[in-house]
């Protein structure tokens, strides 16, 4: 049951592991309708294992994720048509075109002919692709195949948009583009979340930044509210603050191991 008032997406307590190897350990996360909410963390933290999960490419082992009020592990097919999805590394059919692949995927995204065409003809436009559209996808540089990648998430209008570092091989102009759409998203009423490292255009663009490291929360909310959790000046950057707070995440990883020795030398004593 969709409420309209409830973010449309909720996760709470998300544990995965790979082979033993815990990932992440009890995330919790909210995005609103209406903003762009930026994940941040360093590498290894369980971006991309957080996403793969809420897109339904992974299982978790516990938890919950629900979108648009919908819990998914009840309901596996019907909530990915408000998904768009941009993985970290797309993997195009390269032996089509950019028009066939696109006109392939707003069929599956059921998408009447006349629109899948006019939204061929505005993205292949938008993102200066319109004299490639009949050249096999296997002749694109990278940034191309990014930017038709992003095009396949955008082409049906989805809710929630879920991207995986966006920026990476996008030319300026087409980074301007991104943004852009983003922010016409946003003003809908539809939803972004972004997992990037470009922490500069996080803190421009994001209404809210979650900070995760070693697959659990450190911190999320705006600017503002991580300033004030982070204990520092309200001048101080984003940057600033994830390299404090991160940094203060892995002392209490370090610190950990001290302390379980010690607890049981001390249960050994006692
Ligand atoms: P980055 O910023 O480097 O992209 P991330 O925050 O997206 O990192 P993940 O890719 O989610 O991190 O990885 C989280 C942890 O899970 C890491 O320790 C990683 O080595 C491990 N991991 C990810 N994918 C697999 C896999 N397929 N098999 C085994 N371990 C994996």
């Known amino acids: 049951m969709s409420t309209y008032n409830s973010p449309i997406l909720e996760v709470f307590n998300l ?13 919790d996360l909210n995005v609103n309708r209406g ?11 369980g971006k991309t294992t957080t996403l793969k999960v809420i897109v339904g490419l992974l299982k978790m082992d516990k938890g919950m994720v629900k979108v648009n009020g919908v819990d998914i592990s009840e309901e596996q097919y019907d909530y990915k048509k408000q998904i768009g999805y ?10 089509l075109t ?6 392939y995927i707003g069929k599956i995204r059921d998408l009447p002919p006349k629109e899948i065409k006019d939204r061929i003809n505005y993205y292949l436009e938008l993102f200066n692709l319109e004299k490639r559209r009949k050249d096999l996808i296997v002749s694109f540089s990278r940034g191309m195949k990014q930017k038709l990648a992003l095009s396949a998430a955008l082409i049906h209008n989805p809710s929630l948009l879920i991207l995986d570092e966006p920026f990476i ?3 300026p102009t087409g980074q301007h583009h991104i943004k852009n759409i983003l922010k016409e998203m946003v ?7 972004v ?7 996080a803190e421009r663009l994001c209404d809210r930044v ?14 503002e509210k991580l300033r004030r959790i982070a204990e520092m000046g309200e001048d101080s950057t984003l940057e600033q603050i994830f390299l404090k707070m991160t940094k203060e995440a892995e002392e209490v990883v370090e610190e950990k191991p001290v302390r379980r020795r010690l607890f049981s030398l001390f249960r050994k004593r006692g």
């Open 169 to 171: 091989g996008i030319d």
């Open 15 to 27: 544990w995965k592991s790979y082979n033993g190897h815990q990932a992440v350990k009890g995330l």
């Open 86 to 95: 941009l993985p970290e590394n797309p993997t195009l059919p390269e032996y």
């Open 98 to 103: 950019a028009e066939e692949f696109l006109g």
């Open 187 to 193: 003003k809908e009423g539809r939803s972004v979340l």
């Open 210 to 223: 979650g900070i995760i490291h070693n697959g659990r929360n450190v911190a999320s909310g705006s600017l």
């Open 195 to 201: 997992s990037t490292h470009m922490i500069d255009t």
């Open 35 to 45: 903003e762009i909410f930026g994940l941040l963390g360093p590498n290894g933290a």
